[in-house]
């Protein structure tokens, strides 16, 4: 919080994934569970918490659209499915967080943490046969329709027009703002330099990330925000 207050609340077990909030204040976590491997929850930052559904597989990434009415997941496919490609890539799951419902895609997708455009598309990390990755806008109802938006290794949305696609060069991170609503739009290249993680979007489309460590006997990874 700008103030640099905390509030905390009570998690049901050990977390595995978090993420939001959305603009109302709500979130989703998944904990590990001994029946099903995990257990997805949605909740608030006034301390509301509700169970969703189990989920059996590990999840590697998750994320919450706007409106906090739906969850992505990035699982790894079942052993020995082809559509992982030797298990390099994951399996994009959708979650409706208000009915519970599960709904495996099929579709594969890069292990990078994907990002809502709006309650019905995903901006994901999709890596053709060649080994070249970039930023696919998918329906996340009809995977089969996805259409290509920019070159990028990692992806951030700022819904509903835009995403941010960050691409690494030899000089470091770049990253490229990339309209959504627009086919064949074109990217505006976004200078951006150095060791960073990105994290996050907060308002006004400031970009929250981690830069390269701190020089020094404790090396430390910084928080930053970028506008």
Do not use: K
């Not at 978090?18 to 109302?24: E, I, M, T, V």
């Not at 399996?91 to 208000?98: A, I, K």
């Not at 835009?162 to 976004?190: I, P, S, Y």
């Amino acid at each position: 919080l700008p103030t640099g207050a905390r509030r905390d609340h009570p998690v049901r077990g050990e977390v595995v994934a978090l993420a939001g909030p959305a603009r109302d204040g709500r979130f989703v976590y998944v904990v590990r569970d001994e029946r099903a491997g995990a257990a997805i929850r949605r909740a608030h930052v006034d301390g509301a918490d509700l169970f969703v559904a189990r989920f059996a597989r590990p999840i590697h990434a998750l994320s919450v659209s706007a409106d906090g009415e739906r969850a992505a997941i990035l699982a790894p496919f079942p052993e020995g499915d082809a559509r992982s490609r030797g298990g390099v890539l994951r399996e994009l799951v959708t979650v409706d967080l208000s009915a519970g419902d599960v709904r495996e895609t099929g579709f594969a997708v890069w292990n990078a943490a994907p990002a809502w455009t709006d309650r019905a598309s995903i901006a994901c990390v999709v890596a053709a046969p060649d080994g070249s990755r970039s930023i696919a806008l998918v329906d996340a109802d009809d995977p089969a329709s996805a259409r290509t938006l920019a070159a990028g290794d990692a992806v951030l949305a700022d819904p509903p027009l835009h995403v941010l696609a960050f691409r690494r060069d030899e000089d470091g991170l770049r990253a490229a703002r990339v309209a959504v609503a627009v086919a064949d739009a074109g990217a505006q290249d976004l200078v951006l330099r150095g060791g960073l993680q990105p994290l996050g979007l907060a308002g006004d489309g400031l970009l929250v990330a981690f830069s390269a460590p701190t020089l020094g006997a404790e090396p430390q990874r910084e928080l930053d925000l970028f506008g």
